[in-house]
């Protein structure tokens, strides 16, 4: 059973950085053949996409508001995703979850991923 645990987010201030992790285990096959996505929900708001990679590492997608602030990578060997933010906004405020798709190419709907964290706060403060 995969099992995909999310740490690392926390309260911060407006223009401040937080790296969120989201280590893989219990998976069928290697985690490269994962691809892995960033998903966040905001209290009253649906899930929304923030970010994906395909299972190598080589291609990345974000959501507009994020680009050049947010960076998602990945380490196969560690079976470990990662969600650099930088410049954060007090409108990034929700729940960030990680999502695993096996042999997907790393997409931006979240019913195209079989596999969920619980989820990690995060908080901007203004």
């Known amino acids: 059973q995969v099992q995909l645990v999310e740490s690392g987010g926390g309260l911060v201030q407006a223009g401040g950085s937080l790296r969120l992790s989201c280590a893989a285990s219990?998976?069928?096959?290697?985690?490269?053949?994962?691809?892995m996505g960033w998903f966040r929900q905001a209290p009253g708001k649906e899930r929304e996409f923030v970010s994906a990679?395909?299972?190598?590492?080589?291609?990345?997608y974000y959501k507009d508001s994020v680009k050049g602030r947010f960076t998602i990578s990945r380490d196969n060997a560690k079976k470990t995703l990662y969600l650099q933010m930088n410049s954060l906004k007090p409108e990034d405020t929700a729940v960030y979850f990680c999502?695993?798709?096996?042999w997907g190419p790393g997409s931006t709907g979240p019913d195209k991923y079989e596999n969920w964290g619980q989820g990690t706060q995060v908080t901007v403060s203004s």
């Open positions: 219990g998976l069928t096959f290697a985690f490269s053949n994962y691809a």
């Open positions: 999502a695993a798709d096996l």
């Open positions: 990679v395909d299972g190598r590492g080589s291609r990345t």
